[in-house]
């Protein structure tokens, strides 16, 4: 690797991943060589950026210590909040560079995502993006059919929290990492396909591959309950609960999690409308 990527790959490494999170490089242009111009990011087709994303170790190491924090401020969606303390932290860490930071949630004021969260993930070589055209000959005919990222050592049991931009840093040399083939077979893949669109409810689809490590069972509740019972459910102050020590920044109400990019959406037809109905995607991230 490239001396200078491993050093701000360690930087952003030695900041995230205490915290259950997992960083890598990729240069802009693979991304963009992907997508049409409209969802391209802005920057030289060398621009080093990361890919961030987050283990099972994410909810004790750093989602629980951000809830237990009386110096945060209050909260409207905690985990999206906790990602973004921690990839402000990046910033902090690296004072000398430009450095721009976009969650995967984030959306341009047309409502277009300004990163495709699972392309940017394939590229980086971190999940492969499974999706209907990776099936040959598929079963599905008129259905609509979502594409979803596996990780080769946790599954599905990860999500995708943003990337880190360096504007002004180029690696032309840095070469690219194919993310692992991990579901390699037609009918795995149609299985994974399946489970992921009509029975993402009860979480089979993540076990596409042995994982490593999968969600703990508060950890599955926390993110299959109501944002107004999660509080409850880690042993915290309600919103509706006076403190016995009143914080610096009491909690306020929880609500949904901001509307995500379907992650069906092809990179290479990202401007199809996504499905009215709730669907998969809005438990993927999680």
């Avoid at 699972?118 to 040959?136: F, I, K, M, N, S």
């Avoid at 994974?192 to 509740?221: C, G, I």
């Amino acid at each position: 690797m490239d001396p200078l990527v491993a050093e701000l790959k360690q930087k952003v490494e030695d900041t995230l991943c205490p915290f259950g999170f997992e960083v890598y490089p990729f240069q802009v242009a693979w991304y963009n060589e992907l997508l049409p111009s409209a969802f391209h990011l802005p920057l030289p087709g060398p621009t080093l950026a990361f890919l961030v994303l987050s283990t099972p170790a994410m909810f004790d190491r750093a989602l629980k210590p951000f809830l237990q924090s009386y110096r945060l401020q209050p909260l409207t969606d905690p985990v999206d909040q906790c990602v973004g303390y921690h990839l402000r932290r990046v910033t902090e860490s690296l004072p000398e560079l430009h450095v721009e930071v976009i969650a995967d949630y984030e959306l341009h004021p047309n409502r277009r995502p300004k990163i495709l969260a699972q392309t940017a993930a394939h590229v980086a070589g971190a999940a492969y993006y499974y999706q209907r055209q990776d099936v040959e000959a598929d079963p599905w005919g008129s259905q609509h059919i979502a594409g979803v990222c596996i990780h080769p050592r946790f599954g599905g049991w990860f999500a995708i929290r943003g990337v880190v931009l360096l504007p002004g840093i180029q690696v032309p040399d840095l070469l690219p990492r194919k993310p692992p083939d991990c579901v390699p077979a037609r009918a795995d893949r149609i299985t994974l396909l399946e489970n992921f669109n009509f029975h993402w409810q009860d979480w089979t689809y993540r076990d596409a591959v042995m994982p490593q490590e999968r969600y703990s069972e508060e950890q599955k509740a926390y993110f299959s309950s109501p944002p107004a019972q999660r509080l409850a459910l880690l042993g915290l102050t309600q919103p509706s609960e006076e403190p016995s020590t009143p914080p610096e920044f009491p909690f306020t109400k929880l609500t949904e999690e901001p509307h995500k990019l379907p992650k069906g959406r092809s990179w290479l037809s990202p401007n199809v409308s996504p499905s009215a109905s709730p669907g998969p995607w809005y438990h993927h991230p999680l």
